[in-house]
C-alpha cells in the first residue's frame, strides 16, 4: 500500500490525503494572503515523492521554488519545530517550466484542429449563431482533408468558406458574411494578445507531463501563468483543453493505488465565469469521469462559491483557509463553506473560517472507504523546497536540463489550410493573367474609324463586366465565369 501524505497538524490529530483517494479531487480555497499557494506546494510534493506527475499552474511565479532546496526561513523552521516535524529535511523536486510565449519554460502549443470548435468558439467569445458557422467551417477543411493548425490556417479558411458560401450552403448551412466577419474580428483580438503563440506545431504531447525522474519522483510540471493570466479567457480555455484532451486520450484506469496525474487548476474562477450551459456541462462531465483514468483534479479558488455545485460536490478532499465576511457574498460563502464539512464538536466551523490565521486551514480527507473525514481545525505542513521564486539564472538551467529541452524550442510551419489556399489563389489569378489581354476592338470591329461610337460603347460594357467579373474572381463561382462564360465569348489569347 502507498504511503499517505501528511498536509497538515494539530496538537491532537495528524491530516493525511490517502494516494488512493487522490483521484477523488479536491478543493483549496481561501483568501489572498491565507497560504493557499504553500499549500499547493506541501501537496505538489508529497505526491511526487509518491511518484506521481503532477501539473499546475503558476499564476504569481510562487511556486517554481519548488525546483529549489529549501532552507534559511525562520518561519518554516518554527513551523517544523511547531508541529514536531522529526522526519522533515529539506529537499528539491524535479521539475519542468512550461510557458505559452516560450519564454520561461518550454513552449506549449496546440493546433486549431485538436482545440476544436467548441472550446474555441468559447475562447473567441461567439454567440451561437457565430458558434454554428466556426463549426461548419470546421467540417468543410476536416472534408476536404485540409489541416487547421494555426490562426492563419483558421482566418484564410474563414475567407474561403465566406466566398464561396453559395457553393457550401446546401450541405453545411448557411455562412454569412457578418457572422464570418465578427469571428475574423475575434479572431484578430485573440492574435493581439499573444494567442498566436498557442497555435501551431509541435503540438504538446500529453505523454511528456506524465513522467518521472531517475529517482522515481514524479516530475511537476509548472506552467507559467503570470503573463498568460493576464488574458483570463486563453488561460482558462488551455487548461481545459488540457483537461478535455487527458479525458479523451488517457485510458480506463479503475481504482489505483495512486494517481497516475494530479492537476491543479489555479484561479478556477476563470474557468467557469461566463460559460455556456453547453460547457459547463463538458466541464462536469470530465470532472466526473476522470476519476476512472486515474487523474485527480484539485481547484484553486478564493470563494468556494466560484464553483457550480455539480462540480463542488465531487472535489471530496478539503482544505479550507480563511475566509472574510466583510460583504453579504462574504458571509454566504463562509456559511456554504462551514456546511459542506462533516461535522466535529469540537470545530465551530462557521466562527473558526474567519479565525484562521495565515498558514493554518480546516480540513477534510477521505477515508478508505470515501468517506470524509469530520473536519480538523490544523496547520499546514512546511513544504521541503524553496517557498518563493527562482531567479532567471536558476529557471534557465532547469529548462536546459529538462529532457524535451530542444524539441519545443523550434517552430514548425507544414503544408496546411492556409498554403494550399494560398496555392489555389495564385494559380487562379495566373488563369486570370492568361485569360486577359484581349483585342475587345478588334473582336467587335471596332479597329475602323467609322465604328468608333459602337466600339467605345462596347468596350464600355466589356469593362464593366469584367470589372463585376474580377471582383469575385476569388471565389469558385467567380473562376467559374471568367474561364466559362467570357472564355467562350472572347476565346484564348493566342
Known amino acids: 500500500m502507498t504511503e499517505p501524505i501528511l498536509i497538515a497538524k494539530n496538537k491532537d490529530t495528524s491530516s493525511y490525503l490517502l494516494p488512493k483517494m487522490a483521484n477523488r479531487h479536491g478543493l483549496i480555497a481561501g483568501a489572498t494572503g491565507t497560504g493557499k499557494t504553500v499549500t499547493l506546494q506541501t501537496l505538489a510534493e508529497g505526491f511526487s515523492k509518491l511518484g506521481v506527475p503532477v501539473f499546475m499552474a503558476d499564476v504569481k511565479g510562487d511556486l517554481s521554488g519548488l525546483s ?26 524535479p521539475v519542468t517550466f512550461w510557458d505559452v510565449f516560450g519564454t520561461k519554460g518550454h513552449p506549449v502549443r496546440t493546433t486549431i484542429a ?50 464561396n458560401a453559395q457553393t457550401y450552403m446546401t450541405q453545411y448551412g448557411s455562412i454569412s458574411a457578418a457572422s464570418v466577419g ?29 513522467q518521472t525522474d531517475a529517482q522515481g519522483h514524479g516530475v511537476i510540471n509548472i506552467l507559467a501563468s503570470d503573463q498568460l493570466s493576464n488574458s483570463p479567457r486563453i488561460y482558462a480555455t488551455l487548461l481545459l483543453w488540457l483537461l478535455s484532451e487527458l479525458f479523451e486520450k488517457m485510458p480506463e484506469a479503475g481504482d489505483l493505488d495512486k494517481p497516475k496525474l494530479v492537476f491543479f487548476f489555479d484561479e478556477a474562477h476563470l474557468l467557469f465565469s461566463d460559460a455556456p450551459q453547453a460547457l459547463l456541462e463538458k ?32 472535489l471530496g478532499n478539503r482544505v479550507q483557509h480563511a475566509l472574510r465576511a466583510f460583504t453579504p457574498r462574504d458571509q454566504k460563502a463562509v456559511k456554504s463553506a462551514a456546511e459542506t464539512f462533516r461535522n466535529n464538536p469540537k470545530v465551530d466551523v462557521a466562527t473558526a473560517i474567519t479565525e484562521l490565521g495565515v498558514g493554518e486551514a ?12 469530520s473536519v480538523e481545525r490544523t496547520f499546514i505542513c512546511p513544504p521541503a523546497s524553496r517557498i518563493g521564486p527562482v531567479t532567471d539564472s536558476e529557471r534557465g538551467a532547469c529548462i536546459q536540463a529538462s529532457n524535451v529541452f530542444g524539441f519545443y524550442e523550434k517552430a514548425v510551419d507544414r503544408e496546411s489550410a492556409y498554403e494550399i489556399l494560398k496555392d489555389r489563389a495564385e494559380q487562379t489569378a495566373t488563369e486570370a493573367k492568361a485569360d486577359g489581354g484581349f483585342d475587345w476592338g478588334g473582336m467587335f470591329g471596332g479597329g475602323t474609324s467609322g465604328n468608333k461610337t459602337s466600339a467605345r460603347r462596347s468596350d464600355g460594357v466589356l469593362e464593366a463586366i469584367a470589372k463585376s467579373a474580377a471582383r469575385t474572381i476569388g471565389s469558385e463561382l467567380g473562376r467559374q465565369i471568367i474561364r466559362g462564360v467570357l472564355g467562350n465569348i472572347l476565346g484564348r489569347r493566342k
Open 182 to 210: 465578427a469571428i475574423q474580428r475575434a479572431l484578430l483580438e485573440l492574435e493581439t494578445q499573444g494567442a498566436g503563440a498557442l497555435f501551431g506545431e509541435p503540438a504538446l504531447n500529453l505523454d511528456d507531463l506524465i
Open 362 to 373: 480546516l480540513v477534510s480527507f477521505l477515508d478508505e472507504k470515501g468517506i470524509p473525514s
Open 68 to 93: 529549489q532546496l529549501g532552507g534559511g526561513n525562520a518561519k518554516v523552521e518554527a513551523r517544523v519545530e511547531q508541529l514536531a516535524l522529526t522526519a522533515f529535511s529539506y529537499a528539491t523536486c
Open 283 to 314: 466541464i462536469e462531465q470530465v470532472v466526473r469521469l476522470i476519476r476512472s483514468k486515474g487523474v485527480g483534479i484539485y481547484f484553486v479558488s478564493q470563494n468556494p462559491l466560484d464553483i457550480p455545485d455539480v462540480v463542488l460536490g465531487q
Open 114 to 163: 485538436e482545440m476544436g470548435p467548441l472550446l474555441l468558439a468559447r475562447l473567441l467569445n461567439l454567440n451561437e449563431v457565430q458558434g454554428g458557422v466556426l463549426n461548419a467551417v470546421f467540417k468543410i477543411a476536416d472534408d476536404k482533408g485540409w489541416l487547421l493548425l494555426d490562426l492563419k490556417d483558421l482566418r484564410a479558411m474563414m475567407q474561403h468558406a465566406a466566398e
